[in-house]
């Protein structure tokens, strides 16, 4: 399995920026998929996850991204989408897309199979 992020760069506080994850090498639909960042000087942190169909999705418990991230997925084109409105200085990490084939909505890297690379996101004040 190989998971190839995008999306990220560099933007400011209240733009908005949409990841993609490409998944290939296994079945996309056997896979729950899951977005975790990690900030400089941080432990790697859940943002969003989603169901092997697109039909459940979960997000981090806190406030911190609720209401703005939208996490997604299109299975015919083997790719999972995060898309990130109001962003915050805050948000700033690397963003990471992971593939699980026996949790769904897993929030821990341990649930998680395979990793992508990681997108830098940057969010200016």
């Known amino acids: 399995v190989q998971l190839q992020a995008s999306g990220g760069g560099l933007v400011q506080a209240g733009g908005s920026l949409r990841l993609s994850c490409a998944f290939s090498g296994r079945p996309f639909s056997n896979y729950a998929m899951g977005w975790f960042r990690q900030a400089p000087g941080k432990e790697r942190e859940f943002v969003a996850a989603?169901?092997?169909?697109?039909?459940?999705?979960?997000?981090a418990d806190s406030d911190s991204v609720k209401g703005r991230f939208t996490i997604s997925r299109d299975n015919a084109k083997n790719t999972v989408y995060l898309q990130m409105n109001i962003l915050r200085p805050e948000d700033t990490a690397v963003y990471y897309c992971?593939?699980?084939?026996?949790?769904?909505?897993?929030?821990?890297?341990?649930?998680?199979?395979?990793w992508g690379q990681g997108t830098l996101v940057t969010v200016s004040s």
């Open positions: 989603i169901s092997r169909s697109g039909g459940s999705t979960y997000y």
């Open positions: 992971a593939a699980g084939k026996y949790y769904t909505g897993g929030s821990h890297p341990d649930h998680y199979d395979y």
